[in-house]
């Protein structure tokens, strides 16, 4: 992986120099972590005009491969737990001699930004903007095959909740039993708080679990990801809890598959961004559901788990191959619930077999 690293870091600083300046301060943490590896809470990268230094509190963990940062990165420690790693980064630029030093101005506070420039006066402080982001936007197949090992987690910590007695449990249990599972599957975590929604709640994007119960005849919607060295995938699905489900809960399943099949179908390598939220709202829209569809269709997954590109009404640029992404419409009726259907995809060319499906838990709407 050093040789990753390094190549990624040669095209931030080719950004960098294009944009005139010597040196770089990367402080945003999943920024850092794609450019140097797993780093130490807290740690900042000064790509310098002589030296890459990883500068941090502390020493990393070194228990775990998957935790260390590259191995042929320098390491700058400063003292003690008060003293800015991002301070000490930008006086060395400028020992180093670099008489620019690119920020990320989106990620630092308006205190931070004054105290970096109080810190090394000599220095012009330009914007890196999202350069970085930019880069993270295609993955390399090592990239993709954590993504895929995550779905796999999510997907069996969902059929093993699938598999139990649901009736009478609350949607908080439902959700911190699932997380337990994502760990005991190898996961390193929660890709974000896990969403239970039952009844009345379901279908609701971002659903915070509460005390309700699942009840006979509820809609169960649930939504959850895992995080395997770092990399993060999201899943969602809906259910009928008891009984069969109704004839409205059929037909309203049945718009939103459609729907998120279409969304699917429309991930190909130079799809506008904006055409892919738009195949999916459409067929949600020309069914009269157009006030009760969440802002956006779906959105990019790596290190953070909403990343670009964005798939919205407004949403800029074309999808590039080995980008992946979220399909997740949904439609959340008040007072009644809802469905929504997510899955994690990496956009692929036709030649390659079109979109690669990351989570494969059935789609069908099973009643448990």
């Given at each position: 992986?050093s040789?990753?690293?390094a190549?990624?870091?040669?095209?931030?600083?080719?950004?960098?120099?294009?944009?005139?300046?010597?040196?770089?301060?990367v402080?945003?943490?999943?920024n850092?972590?794609y450019?140097?590896?797993?780093?130490?809470?807290?740690a900042?990268?000064?790509?310098?005009?002589?030296?890459d230094?990883?500068?941090?509190?502390?020493?990393?963990?070194d228990?775990?491969?998957?935790?260390?940062?590259?191995?042929?990165?320098?390491?700058?420690?400063?003292?003690?737990?008060?003293?800015?790693?991002?301070l000490?980064?930008?006086?060395?630029?400028?020992?180093?001699?670099?008489?620019s030093?690119?920020?990320?101005?989106?990620?630092?506070?308006?205190?931070?930004?004054?105290?970096?420039?109080?810190?090394a006066?000599?220095?012009?402080?330009?914007?890196?903007?999202?350069v970085?982001?930019?880069?993270?936007?295609?993955?390399?197949?090592e990239?993709?095959?954590?993504?895929r090992?995550?779905?796999?987690?999510?997907?069996?910590?969902?059929?093993?909740?699938?598999e139990?007695?649901?009736?009478?449990?609350?949607?908080?249990?439902?959700?911190?039993e699932?997380?337990?599972?994502?760990?005991?599957?190898?996961?390193?975590?929660p890709?974000?708080?896990?969403?239970?929604?039952t009844g009345?709640?379901?279908?609701?994007?971002?659903?915070?679990?509460?005390?309700r119960?699942?009840?006979?005849g509820?809609?169960?919607?649930?939504?959850?990801?895992?995080?395997?060295r770092?990399?993060?995938?999201e899943?969602?699905?809906?259910?009928?809890?008891?009984?069969?489900?109704?004839?409205?809960?059929?037909?309203?399943?049945?718009?939103?598959f459609?729907?998120?099949?279409?969304?699917?179908?429309?991930l190909?390598?130079?799809?506008?961004c904006?055409?892919v939220?738009?195949?999916?709202?459409?067929?949600?829209d020309s069914?009269?559901?157009?006030?009760?569809?969440?802002?956006?269709?779906?959105?990019g997954?790596?290190?953070?788990?909403?990343e670009?590109?964005?798939?919205?009404?407004?949403?800029?640029?074309?999808?590039?191959?080995?980008?992946?992404?979220?399909?997740e419409p949904?439609?959340?009726?008040?007072?009644r619930?809802?469905?929504r259907?997510?899955?994690?995809?990496?956009?692929?060319?036709?030649?390659?077999?079109?979109?690669e499906?990351?989570?494969?838990?059935?789609?069908?709407?099973?009643?448990l």
């Amino acid at each position: 992986m050093s040789e990753v690293y390094a190549v990624r870091r040669t095209r931030l600083r080719e950004c960098c120099n294009a944009g005139g300046s010597a040196a770089a301060l990367v402080s945003r943490p999943a920024n850092v972590r794609y450019l140097a590896g797993a780093a130490p809470e807290g740690a900042v990268l000064l790509l310098g005009r002589t030296d890459d230094v990883l500068v941090c509190t502390g020493p990393p963990d070194d228990r775990s491969p998957q935790s260390r940062p590259d191995d042929t990165l320098p390491l700058h420690l400063v003292p003690g737990t008060t003293t800015d790693p991002a301070l000490a980064a930008a006086h060395l630029a400028a020992t180093q001699g670099a008489d620019s030093l690119a920020v990320e101005e989106h990620h630092l506070t308006v205190t931070r930004h004054r105290a970096i420039r109080e810190a090394a006066p000599t220095l012009r402080l330009a914007n890196i903007g999202g350069v970085v982001e930019q880069l993270r936007i295609v993955k390399d197949e090592e990239e993709i095959s954590c993504l895929r090992i995550g779905a796999e987690i999510a997907d069996q910590a969902l059929g093993e909740l699938l598999e139990s007695i649901l009736v009478g449990r609350t949607e908080r249990h439902l959700a911190l039993e699932l997380e337990r599972r994502l760990v005991d599957h190898g996961a390193d975590g929660p890709a974000f708080p896990t969403s239970v929604a039952t009844g009345p709640n379901a279908g609701r994007r971002g659903h915070r679990p509460t005390d309700r119960r699942v009840e006979e005849g509820d809609f169960l919607s649930v939504c959850l990801g895992a995080t395997y060295r770092g990399y993060r995938c999201e899943i969602g699905r809906t259910f009928v809890i008891g009984t069969a489900p109704a004839d409205w809960q059929i037909e309203l399943y049945d718009l939103v598959f459609a729907a998120q099949r279409a969304g699917r179908e429309s991930l190909v390598p130079g799809a506008a961004c904006r055409d892919v939220d738009r195949a999916a709202r459409q067929v949600l829209d020309s069914a009269g559901y157009a006030d009760a569809l969440p802002a956006l269709t779906g959105h990019g997954v790596g290190l953070e788990i909403d990343e670009d590109p964005q798939l919205a009404p407004s949403a800029m640029g074309k999808l590039d191959a080995c980008v992946p992404v979220t399909v997740e419409p949904g439609v959340h009726l008040p007072g009644r619930g809802g469905v929504r259907i997510d899955d994690t995809l990496v956009v692929r060319p036709e030649a390659d077999g079109g979109p690669e499906l990351l989570t494969i838990t059935t789609k069908e709407l099973l009643a448990l």
